[in-house]
């Protein structure tokens, strides 16, 4: 199984799943998340082994601005608009500032990998008010055997990198979306 600094050779954006226990791992920025279940994140150590993840060198081609307050569902109306289609591979960051987010168990029932598909989501644990953070969001991207089929994961850490997990709602006061269409994986464990 490869490690995390073996992963992050392939790209700065992705989910997976660590190699013992039920952790789940977020890269963003090129830096890679252990998500607890208690919803605190810490960077995961380099040499940490990986049992699955998809991560792509990001480079978005669009910037949506977010000016009004808008729920997770019409912010992934405007993506899926922006992608043309429900079907498009395409990678994302919300960024910005949050009047709610709320968190789910990082592994939902199905035992998807962090994914929640459009119609279902996990039930909130918890919820976070007021809060500035990013989004990260990955659409129609297999991560090997733990995606179980997931049409989307979204996962969020909040700027000061102290807590985050499972996106299961959100309202964006003032964010924007930096977005990627994707026509493949840079690497997938």
């Known amino acids: ?86 079907e498009t591979m395409g990678a994302f960051c919300v960024t910005g500032w949050f009047s709610f987010v709320g968190l789910g168990a990082n592994r939902p029932a199905g035992g998807g990998l962090g994914g929640v598909g459009f119609a279902e989501r996990p039930p909130t644990i918890r919820e976070f008010s007021d809060v500035t953070g990013t989004v990260v969001g990955l659409h129609n991207v297999d991560v090997g055997p733990d995606s179980a089929g997931d049409a989307l994961r979204l996962f969020f850490i909040d700027e000061h990198r102290r807590f985050g997990g499972c996106v299961t ?9 930096d977005l990627a269409p994707i026509d493949r994986v840079s690497y997938r464990a």
């Not at 709602?169 to 979306?177: C, G, K, P, R, Y």
């Open 1 to 86: 199984m490869p490690t995390v600094s073996q992963v992050l050779r392939h790209g700065d954006l992705g989910v997976g799943v660590v190699a013992e226990g039920r952790s789940e791992i977020v890269i963003l920025g090129g830096r890679c998340y252990t998500v607890a279940t208690d919803f605190t994140i810490a960077q995961t150590d380099a040499h940490r082994k990986i049992r699955s993840a998809a991560i792509i060198k990001f480079e978005p081609e669009f910037r949506l601005a977010l000016r009004q307050p808008l729920d997770l569902s019409q912010v992934l109306a405007r993506i899926t608009r922006t992608l043309g289609d429900d």
């Open 169 to 177: 709602d959100f309202e964006s006061l003032q964010a924007h979306v």
